[in-house]
């Protein structure tokens, strides 16, 4: 049984650039969950998608958007990158009422 | 708003040593709670959780008990592993329907030397 997964596992980008991150939730899973993993911090929430459509949102610029698709799969867009957007950005799945399982994450470096 | 916090680190340990990181919460209601960790390289594994007061979370030798009195859900062992060296993440789930967020700790490092 296949976990979360994401893909890719590293990338480089370079100020202003654009990125899209993606997310495969376990199986039996319809939420997915996004967060940003600074170096030696806690994970903080990004927002999450249910339905398709983003159920719930925290303290992150417009900049952050993102996406579900009828797979339940996810993609996480970033625009106009900043140097403080360099972070481990984390993919979570779950159904309701239990617990969140999450990706081994993306390692976004931006240059 | 919501809060975690955990014991400064990092802790460093002998093997078979006891294992306790603290963490306290501020949250309305009756939120869950959950210990992570997180090995390096890797994302976050879910260690053991709790949905209620008093309740304990078990797994692999770890426990923690969820204490509303004291806001607290502090993580022990009682005899560490080298394996055991990873980071490890207090957070609450809230309690209000709708509202899905995570809320973390900033993690505690801890490493156990033979």
């Known amino acids: 049984d296949a976990g979360v997964t994401q893909s890719p596992t590293h990338l480089i980008k370079t100020r202003g650039q654009q990125v899209t991150l993606r997310c495969s939730p376990k199986s039996g899973h319809d939420t997915v969950s996004w967060y940003q993993q600074a170096l030696g911090q806690g994970p903080q929430f990004i927002f999450q998608?249910?339905?398709?459509?983003?159920?719930q949102r925290g303290n992150f610029p417009d900049r952050f958007s993102g996406h579900q698709f009828p797979n339940y799969s996810s993609e996480l867009n970033v625009n106009a990158l900043l140097l403080g957007d360099s972070a481990l950005y984390l993919c979570?799945?779950?159904?309701?009422?239990?617990?969140?399982?999450f990706g081994d994450g993306t390692r976004l470096s931006i240059l | 708003g919501d809060s975690v916090t955990q014991m400064e680190g990092p802790v460093t340990l002998s093997e078979e040593a006891f294992l306790t990181i603290n963490c306290t919460y501020t949250a309305t209601g009756y939120p869950s709670l959950f210990w992570y960790v997180q090995y390096p390289g890797e994302g976050l594994q879910l260690l053991l959780k709790?949905?209620?007061?008093?309740d304990k979370g078990s797994n692999k030798g770890f426990e923690a008990t969820y204490r509303k009195e004291t806001t607290s859900f502090h993580l022990e062992k009682g005899s560490v592993q080298v394996s055991d060296s990873a980071v490890y993440f207090c957070?609450?789930?809230?309690?209000?329907?709708?509202?899905?967020?995570?809320?973390f700790g900033t993690g505690t490092r801890l490493t156990i030397i033979p």
């Open positions: 979570a799945s779950s159904v309701l009422n239990q617990p969140q399982h």
């Open positions: 709790a949905t209620k007061a008093d």
């Open positions: 998608y249910y339905e398709e459509e983003e159920r």
């Open positions: 957070a609450l789930h809230p309690s209000n329907f709708g509202n899905e967020k995570l809320t």
